[in-house]
Structure formats: C-alpha cells, structure tokens
C-alpha cells in the first residue's frame, strides 16, 4: 500500500495539481491584453521569420490549448484563443510552438529522438492504459505474468518519451521568453505574465514524467516481488 501510495498515487495527485495550475495560469493571464495588440498568429509568424524558418503554415483549430507544431507536415496549429487573441498567454503559446520549428529547423538532437519515439508511443500508450488499469486482476495467474512484462516494456518506452520531452519543451519555452522581448512584441515587464505561463504548462511535462516513472518502478517492484515468491 505505502508503495502504490509513493509511486502513483502521489504522482496523480501532483499531475493533478499541474493541469490545475496550469488552467489558472493561462486562463488568467488570458485576461491580460499584450500593449503590442499582436496576434498570436502574428508573433508565431515572426518569430519563425526572425529565426530564418519558411515554408510552415501556422493554422486555427478547435480547442483549447491544442496547440501544437507538426514537424512532418510542417504546420502550426494554434487554438483560437491563441490564434486570434492577443493576450500574454496567446503570445507566450505561440511563440512557444514557434520555438518547436527553429528546434525542427536547427535539427534540435531531442527533438529528432522524440519524434523516432513516436511510433512505439503509439503502441506502448494502449498498452499502458490496459495493464494500469486491469492488469490486476491477472496478478498471480501466469497471463498476469505476461501481462506485467509488456506493460514494463510499454511503461519504458513511454518514460523515456516522457524525459526526452522535457527539454524539448524547457528548450521551446526559453526561446520563446527570448525572442517576445527582443522583437518588440512585448515589453519587458509584460515578459513575467508570458513566463508564468509558460512554466505552468511546464510543471505538466514533468508530471507526466514522474508519473511514468512512478507507474514503471511499481510495475517492476510487482514483478520482482512475485520472483521472489516464486
């Protein structure tokens, strides 16, 4: 119990408590209109020109915050709130997914290793879910055996998807909090709204890496308890 208390349940509460923050932070800082009036459209657009990056289309989607940057299809999507809005935060996500297409134009080495990665996530994630959630009712069976050997493996995969994303993100992040003062399209006292919300949405990469490990090491503890017992 103590073990499932330390390395799960403690990682959702604190993942929890990330997508928490992260809501109030961006919603909040939402609110707050940037001097500059630029659109998050616009200041991805330039960020991207400043860093010599052509040929990505920066698009709208539906959502909120399901911005992303595609590096296969070269696109930028941004939620519409993002888009269209000129808030610090708008500014800040933007400028964020921009950092992701000079990360994809320099040819960022973590960046190259998340997306190798991906096909594997792919299949690891399902499997993932399935073990989590039902693979204790086979535990002590020999599919039970099976079943927690896939989801060590699967739960591998999916921890270093999770800590090889870490600086992918920190990295777009601190490109970002350079390249919004520097261009003009905010003040410098406008910089912290961007950076708080940047850093939130930060502390959610690294709960979801603490919670892979977190879920990974109990697996194996799992599978080393029934060696013994063996």
């Given amino acids: ?34 001097r500059g009036r630029i659109t998050g459209a616009e200041a991805a657009d330039a960020v991207m020109r400043h860093a010599g990056v052509t040929g990505v289309e920066i698009v709208e989607v539906e959502g909120q915050l399901t911005d992303h940057y595609d590096p296969v299809n070269r696109r930028l999507a941004l939620s519409s709130e993002n888009y269209r809005g000129t808030s610090l935060a708008a500014l800040g996500v933007a ?58 493996a699967a739960l591998l995969v999916m921890t270093v998807f999770q800590l090889v994303t870490l600086p992918v993100e920190f990295d777009a992040s601190r490109r970002a909090k350079a390249q919004l003062p520097e261009l003009g399209i905010i003040d410098r006292d406008e910089l912290p709204g961007v950076s708080e919300t940047l850093d939130a949405a930060a502390l959610t990469y690294l709960a ?23």
């Fill in 1 to 34: 119990m103590l073990l499932w208390l330390i390395l799960i349940a403690i990682p959702l509460l604190f993942g929890l408590y990330a997508q928490i923050r992260v809501m109030s932070v961006y919603n909040k800082n939402l609110q707050i209109p940037s």
């Fill in 208 to 230: 979801a890496f603490i919670s892979s490990l977190g879920s990974l090491l109990y697996l194996l503890a799992i599978l080393n308890g029934g060696r013994r017992d063996d």
């Fill in 95 to 152: 400028a964020h997914e921009a950092g992701h297409a000079i990360q994809h134009k320099v040819g960022y080495a973590m960046m190259g290793i998340r997306q190798t990665l991906m096909p594997a996530v792919r299949i690891a994630a399902p499997v993932t879910y399935f073990v989590l959630v039902f693979g204790i009712y086979f535990i002590g069976s020999v599919f039970g055996g099976i079943m927690l050997k896939l989801g060590v």
